[in-house]
């Protein structure tokens, strides 16, 4: 009888504290949905700046808990993007921060387990420079789809601005040291892969891990209209084991 009680009470106990951390992380969402409440507020005298900044804070915060990787944000992930990879190793959560006005200034945080400790890094290394069109100002994206490829992962994410157009970019991670590395995988040493449309038009774009190719219609400027066209071709890119070579061929009939 003695065992028995005794590996009841153990029962007993452990189901507590699992219930105790299940609660502790409801509490610590509901702090974030109050800091996403504030910054979908219509009050126009918030400081919209400071609320985005205290979001993303509350966010990262709580998203560097242990306790977090375990748990689905079943109320968060209502009102923003969160994406897991197949291998479950990674997750991001991507949101409209509304300051970017027609730009759409959109932020994606990435959560990420190594050596038992969690990491949150931001796919946006550095501010946007609006002053001059790098593809790293296009880092501004929603996080679509998260592609186990080569020895990390490749990110697909999502962007519009105020020219008319919208995009697509694909960026490529390793981890390396217990930290999540960039790496230049596109030609031209770039780390962002950039497919620029006009809103009318839906997106082809398409990755294919297996053959290690990426697809989609081709697009130019025409100075003209100020908007990109389509030519009726298409661009792929070829992952050679170092970078992804680009050709334009045309489309079959």
């Given amino acids: 009888m003695k065992t028995k009680t005794f590996f009841l009470v153990l029962l ?8 105790f951390a299940q609660t502790n992380m409801k509490a610590e969402e509901e702090k974030v949905l109050a800091a996403l409440t504030k910054l979908r ?43 897991t990879s197949k291998d479950r190793k990674i997750r991001t959560f991507s949101w409209d921060t509304l300051t970017g006005g027609s730009w759409h200034a959109l932020k994606s945080l990435i959560q990420f387990e190594s050596d038992n400790q969690i990491h949150v890094v931001s796919i946006q290394d550095e501010p946007i420079d609006e002053e001059e069109e790098g593809n790293d100002m296009f880092a501004d994206a929603v996080i679509l789809g998260i592609y186990p490829f080569a020895k990390g992962y490749l990110f697909e994410g999502y962007g519009t601005y105020g020219s008319g157009h919208h995009h697509k970019i694909l960026t490529y991670f ?22 620029k449309i ?3 038009y839906d997106f082809d774009l398409q990755v294919d891990v297996k053959t290690g190719t990426i697809t989609h219609g081709e697009f130019v400027m025409d100075n003209d209209s100020g908007f990109f066209k389509p030519t009726g071709k298409k661009v792929l890119l070829t992952f050679d084991g170092k970078k992804f070579v680009k050709q334009v061929k045309d489309k079959k009939p």
Avoid: C, G
């Fill in 41 to 83: 507020s219509k009050d126009e005298d918030i400081d919209r700046s400071t609320v985005a900044i205290q979001f993303e804070k509350t966010l990262r915060k709580v998203l560097s808990n242990k306790e977090s990787w375990e748990y689905r944000f079943p109320e968060l992930r209502k009102y923003i993007n969160i994406k």
């Fill in 12 to 19: 007993v106990s452990f189901t507590t504290l699992s219930m």
């Fill in 174 to 195: 390793e981890l390396i040291n217990e930290k999540l590395v960039r790496k230049t995988i596109f030609e031209n040493n770039e780390t962002i892969y950039v497919f």
């Fill in 198 to 200: 006009p809103r009318r």
